[in-house]
């Protein structure tokens, strides 16, 4: 994985242009490609450029404004970097999973503990399980007219308020489940090696976030992803 993150820095430019306009976002990636030597800026595009597509996955949303983006770069050499991330709640089905943003606008954090208010349990463990969710985040990479995608998962619960006000969105109100030494997300009933101890990603700060958060994982899914295109390419 070193040897892969090494070359990967080795044949690339230095700069990611990330489609964004959430800081939150960019402080993530910024910390992820740090350890990679690269650094990552904020892609600038007009107001209205990127229209979000009716689209019921991550990756199809993110292919999606690659396609509309790629006109912004500053040079045909740029890479470009897209991300589509969603809250899925267990209880709903999935929702509001690729409607997040429109449920985070809408109805808000609030809103969401709201619908689940019915979910509530002695047993901690319980409590978990019946108010169980994922963050999912699918990112792709453009570069030369080559697509690379990662995607990445962290598994945990609502909380039962709003606690703590780091990060963005939904975070103030998800609980990521304790990891193992490997970083694999446990199940609620076993205590990890990294734990945020039943704080929120509101309450704790980025860096802490980066080591359970599902954008990292689909950062790292990505990387893999190009080492393993160039081994099977060759030299
Ligand atoms: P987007 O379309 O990928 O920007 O995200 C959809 C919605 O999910 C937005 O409302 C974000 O605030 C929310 N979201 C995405 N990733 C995260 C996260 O890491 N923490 C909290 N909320 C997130």
Redesign the pocket.
């Known amino acids: 994985m070193v040897i892969g993150r090494r070359l990967f820095v080795d044949i690339m430019s230095n700069t990611v242009w990330f489609l964004t306009s959430?800081s939150g976002?960019l402080a993530e990636a910024s910390v992820h490609f740090a350890e990679l030597g690269m650094e990552v800026k904020c892609l600038e595009v007009p107001d209205g450029t990127i229209v979000e597509p009716q689209a019921t996955d991550l990756e199809a949303v993110a292919r999606a404004k690659i396609q509309q983006a790629l006109d912004h770069l500053p040079h045909d050499n740029a890479m470009l970097l897209v991300?589509?991330?969603?809250?899925f709640v267990s209880a709903l089905d999935g929702f509001p999973g690729v409607y997040?943003?429109y449920a985070?606008d809408t109805i808000g954090n609030q809103g969401v503990i709201r619908l689940l208010e019915h979910l509530q349990s002695e047993d901690p463990v319980r409590a978990k399980r019946l108010r169980a969710a994922s963050?999912k985040?699918v990112s792709v990479l453009w570069k030369n007219g080559e697509v690379l995608i990662g995607r990445g998962e962290c598994q945990g619960s609502i909380a039962p308020q709003i606690q703590g006000a780091e990060?963005?969105?939904?975070?103030p109100i998800?609980i990521p489940y304790d990891l193992d030494e490997d970083g694999q997300s446990l199940d609620p009933e076993n205590l990890g090696s990294l734990s945020t101890h039943g704080r929120t990603?509101g309450e704790v700060g980025v860096e802490v976030k980066h080591r359970f958060?599902?954008?990292k994982r689909a950062l790292d899914d990505l990387l893999n992803e190009w080492q393993n295109q160039r081994s099977h390419d060759g030299p």
């Open positions: 959430n976002k991300e589509d991330a969603g809250l997040s943003s985070y963050f985040a990060g963005f969105g939904f975070d998800f990603f958060s599902h954008r």
